[in-house]
């Protein structure tokens, strides 16, 4: 069926039980019932305060965190909260901060390879053909396989990290604020890399980000989160020439006051 989303999720939520004592039942609810489609080929942004509900969000749509319900479907097929593997092939992260999700000790190859092994048959002339060929895809050379994360430069980093989110060829990319540490050109060359990427391989995105300026450069639709509740949604264009919600007037217009300022 071709008019299935390629992703649907139908009131997927998470909350956190509050460890001041082992009886609590006070709960933090992360993330209330949400409910969105995303195409192939489209990018979908969440933006909104600290504490909105972004990261709970991202992770429990990748599966580093168990969601506390809902359902999450690809491509019309539900996506079981255990199965590591299928979640693996669909949906992957694009890990925050390189420097300290990359393991010092391990060359990238081998950082590239680890996720080939544990979900896939390939053998190893196979996998480090996947290896290569992630490492040109996001700009990098061969070369850079024996490499160890040190001895890269931060953007450098930020590519291994973007080659392995890419290794088992998946469907979504969410990216978690990935990109707030770098600067601002390091930055603009790793969004451009990602919009090649989409051209290339079809793929869509998910963009947790406080940054509007970047979501309105790279999203095409945006939902605006508010405590874990999503108070608007629209096309980007729209939401931004002409926000309907308080919350989404208040945000913009913080956004604008420190950039007038630089
Ligand atoms: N492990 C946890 N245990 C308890 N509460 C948590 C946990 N992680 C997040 N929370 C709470 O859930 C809510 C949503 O947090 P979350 O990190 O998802 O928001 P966010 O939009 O990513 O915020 P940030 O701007 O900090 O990245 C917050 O109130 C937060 O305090
Ligand atoms: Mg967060």
Redesign the pocket.
């Known amino acids: 069926m071709s008019d299935t989303p390629l992703l649907q999720v139908r009131n997927l939520h ?1 909350h ?4 001041r004592s082992l009886f609590s039942r006070e709960l ?4 209330a019932p949400i409910s969105f489609e995303l195409n192939a080929g489209e990018t979908l942004a ?1 933006v ?12 429990v749509l990748s599966g580093a ?1 168990k969601r506390s319900g809902g359902q999450i479907f690809i491509n019309g097929e539900e996506l079981q909260s255990q199965d590591s593997q299928q979640r693996a092939k669909n949906i992957r992260m694009i890990f925050q901060d390189s420097s300290t999700s990359l393991n010092p000790r391990l060359r990238i190859g081998e950082q590239l390879e680890m996720p080939l092994k544990f979900n896939t048959s390939l053998d190893k002339a196979q996998r480090l053909a996947e290896v290569d060929r992630a490492l040109l895809q996001v700009g990098l050379l061969r070369e850079h396989a024996h490499f160890y994360p040190s001895m890269l430069a931060s953007g450098q980093r930020q590519r291994v990290a973007i080659a392995r989110a890419l290794m088992l060829n998946p469907k979504i990319l969410i990216s ?2 990935a990109f707030g540490n770098l600067d601002t050109t390091l930055r603009a060359q790793c969004l451009n890399l990602l919009l090649q990427l989409q051209r290339q391989l079809g793929l869509s995105y998910i963009f ?1 980000s ?1 940054n509007l300026n970047l979501v309105r450069h790279i999203s095409d639709r945006v939902m605006v ?1 508010r ?2 509740v999503v108070v608007e949604q629209g096309d980007t264009e729209q939401v931004f020439n002409d926000p309907q919600h308080e919350y989404t007037k208040l945000l913009l217009s913080q956004q604008v006051i420190p950039q007038r300022n630089n």
């Open positions: 998470k956190y039980r509050n460890n933090t609810q992360a993330l969440f909104g305060e600290a504490g909105s509900g972004r990261t709970s969000l991202a992770q965190k978690d604020e947790m406080h989160m405590k874990g």
